[in-house]
């Protein structure tokens, strides 16, 4: 059974940094993409970063730019999203997500965890 488990979420306040975890299961993560999605509270779910299934080429988008790095291992089957400068607009759950090319659409998708929370706040 495929299974994405995300971890490292909680509450960091403003300007700190967390590690974001996606471990796999039932599947080798290495034959995909993996991209990493976030939804606030009454938002729709917004596309932050995605890494080649080489690893070699990385996106990011606009609203976390240089501050999230993402980065994946095939030793461990995992992939990971490191959050520094942390800022208030940044909470939400955080979703890894996989597919066999890098999208910033939710939809292109196919396999997704349950997602890891992640607050900013003093």
């Known amino acids: 059974q495929v299974h994405l488990v995300e971890s490292g979420g909680g509450l960091v306040q403003p300007g700190g940094s967390l590690r974001l975890s996606c471990a796999a299961s039932g599947f080798a993560l290495g034959n995909y993409a993996i991209g990493w999605f976030r939804q606030a509270p009454g938002k729709e779910r917004e596309a932050l970063s995605c890494i080649s299934k080489s690893g070699g080429k990385t996106y990011y988008t606009d609203p976390v730019g240089r501050r999230f790095t993402i980065s994946r291992t095939s030793a461990k089957n995992s992939a990971y999203l490191e959050a520094n400068n942390l800022r208030p607009e940044d909470t939400g759950v955080y979703f890894c997500?996989?597919?066999?090319?890098?999208?910033?659409?939710?939809?292109?998708?196919?396999?997704w965890g349950q997602g890891t929370q992640v607050t900013v706040s003093s």
């Open positions: 997500t996989a597919s066999n090319l890098c999208s910033a659409f939710a939809r292109d998708y196919d396999f």
